[in-house]
C-alpha cells in the first residue's frame, strides 16, 4: 500500500464537489434534481471577452507567457484598484495566477508553515481550511453567527491573536454568506491589527462588484493603507464577469510578499494562459454596462429566495448584501424525522435528506465552519430557484 505525504492525509475534497458530484449520479438515475450547490454564475462570458480572446490566439499569442503576468494586464488590475479605492498601485505589485485560488495557494504555501496559525472568520469558503492545513498550519475559525450579520467581530478578532498567528483571512462580499463589511467595520479591524505587526491579512475580494441596494465595497488596504506592507488584496475575473473556466485571478501586494508568491507559483504551474489573460484584460477594459443587469438579477433572485425561505417552518435566512447565496439556518428542523425516517440530527443530515428525498442540492453549513445552517446558491434561473424553495418548504413541512 502506497505511503502519502502526510498532506494529504490533511486535506479533503470539498463538500461542495462531494455534493454537486452526488445530485448529477441522481441525475443519471432520472431524477430530477435542481442543484443549488456551486458557486458559479448562470450568464455566459461576455462576447466582447470571448472575441478578444479568440484575436489573441490567431494573433500567435500561444507561448509561454510571463510568470507574473503579462504586462497589460498587471497594469489594467493596478489601475482597477487605484480608481476603485483611491490608493496607488503599481503593475509591479500585481501577480496574476491561475483563478483566484492559486492566488490563496501561492500566499498561505508562501506565509505559512507547520504550526502557524491562520485566523478564519466563520461561516467560510472550505477552500481556505483546506490550503491552510495543506501547507501545515492551523486553522483558528472564530464564528460570526447569523445575529451579527455573519461579520467579524474587532473584540472577537483580538482574542484569537496569539503568538504563532501568522494570517488573517478575511473574504467580503463573503461564500457563504454573502455579507458585507462597512468602512467602520474595517476600520475597527484594522485598529485591532496595529496592534500585531506579525500578523499577514489576505483579503479575498473576489466577489467585489456583487453588491445589492446601494452597498459599497470596501477594502482593508483601501481602508488602512498604513497595513499595505503586510495585506494582500486578491480579485478576479470568475465571479464579476462569469469567466470561472478561464482561470484567471490576481494578488496585489508588497513586493517581497508578490515574489515569494511568484516562487511559489513558479514551482507548481508556472505562467497563466496566454489567451485567458487576453481575455482578462478585455474584461477589465471593454464594456461594463452589462454588470448592472447582472447584479439587478442576481438581487431579485436573492430577495425572492429570502422571503420564500422565511416563509418556510423551521429556517430563518439572514437577507444578505452581496455575492450570490443566502446561508439560512435550519435550527428549527433539528431533532424532527423526515417521511423516509431519517433523523434531522445535523445539517449534514438535513442536505443529505432533502436532495435524496426532495431532490435539491445545497450544501451543509459544516462545510463552512458554521452550523447549522445550509448555502443555497442564487446563480440559477428564478423560475428554478423557485421550484427549489417550493420542494424546501414541502420537505421542511412534512417533518416530524
Not at 84 to 93: I, K, N, Y
Not at 191 to 215: K, Q, T
Not at 218 to 245: C, E, F, I, Q, W
Not at 363 to 377: T, W
Amino acid at each position: 500500500m502506497t505511503e502519502y505525504a502526510a498532506r494529504i492525509g490533511r486535506t479533503a475534497l470539498a463538500a461542495t464537489f462531494a455534493m454537486a458530484a452526488r445530485a448529477r449520479a441522481l441525475r443519471a438515475e432520472g431524477k430530477d434534481v435542481i442543484s443549488l450547490s456551486l458557486g458559479e454564475p448562470d450568464f455566459p462570458t461576455p462576447a466582447p471577452v470571448v472575441e478578444a480572446a479568440h484575436a489573441a490566439a490567431l494573433r500567435g499569442e500561444t507561448k509561454y507567457p510571463p510568470l507574473g503576468g503579462i504586462e497589460p494586464l498587471r497594469a489594467a488590475i493596478a489601475e482597477k484598484f487605484t480608481r476603485e479605492h483611491g490608493l496607488p498601485v503599481r503593475a509591479q505589485d500585481v501577480l496574476v495566477t491561475n483563478g483566484g485560488k492559486q492566488g490563496i495557494f501561492n500566499i498561505v504555501m508562501a506565509l505559512i508553515g507547520a504550526g502557524d496559525e491562520v485566523i478564519i472568520p466563520a461561516p467560510a469558503w472550505a477552500g481556505y481550511e483546506q490550503t491552510v492545513k495543506f501547507a501545515g498550519g492551523v486553522p483558528v475559525f472564530v464564528p460570526c453567527p447569523q445575529a451579527q450579520g455573519f461579520v467579524l467581530q474587532p473584540e472577537a478578532l483580538a482574542q484569537a491573536i496569539t503568538g504563532r498567528t501568522k494570517l488573517l483571512l478575511l473574504n467580503y462580499p463573503s461564500n457563504p454568506s454573502g455579507a458585507t463589511i462597512s468602512r467602520e467595520g474595517l476600520a475597527a479591524l484594522a485598529e485591532v491589527l496595529r496592534h500585531y505587526p506579525h500578523v499577514w491579512v489576505l483579503s479575498d475580494d473576489i466577489y467585489e462588484h456583487l453588491l445589492f441596494g446601494g452597498a459599497q465595497h470596501h477594502t482593508l488596504l483601501g481602508v488602512a493603507p498604513d497595513l499595505r506592507d503586510r495585506v494582500v488584496t486578491l480579485s478576479g475575473v470568475s465571479k464579476t464577469y462569469a469567466m470561472t473556466g478561464w482561470r484567471i485571478g490576481w494578488c496585489i501586494g508588497p513586493a517581497e510578499m508578490i515574489k515569494a508568491a511568484t516562487v511559489v507559483q513558479a514551482t507548481a504551474t508556472s505562467g497563466v494562459s496566454s489567451v485567458g489573460q487576453a481575455a482578462a484584460l478585455a474584461a477589465l477594459t471593454g464594456p461594463q454596462e452589462f454588470l448592472a443587469e447582472r447584479v439587478a438579477s442576481y438581487e431579485e433572485r436573492r430577495d425572492a429566495v429570502v422571503a420564500a425561505l422565511n416563509q418556510i417552518p423551521g429556517l430563518s435566512c439572514h437577507r444578505p448584501e452581496g455575492a450570490f447565496y443566502v446561508f439560512p439556518s435550519i435550527a428549527g428542523c433539528l431533532g424532527k424525522t423526515t417521511p423516509a425516517g431519517r433523523v434531522i440530527g445535523s445539517d449534514d443530515d438535513f442536505a443529505m435528506a432533502l436532495l435524496e428525498e426532495a431532490q435539491v442540492a445545497v450544501v451543509q453549513g459544516s462545510a463552512f465552519a458554521l452550523s447549522p445552517h445550509i448555502r443555497i446558491s442564487t446563480a440559477t434561473a428564478l423560475p428554478r430557484l423557485l421550484e427549489a424553495c417550493q420542494r424546501i418548504s414541502g420537505f421542511c413541512n412534512a417533518l416530524r
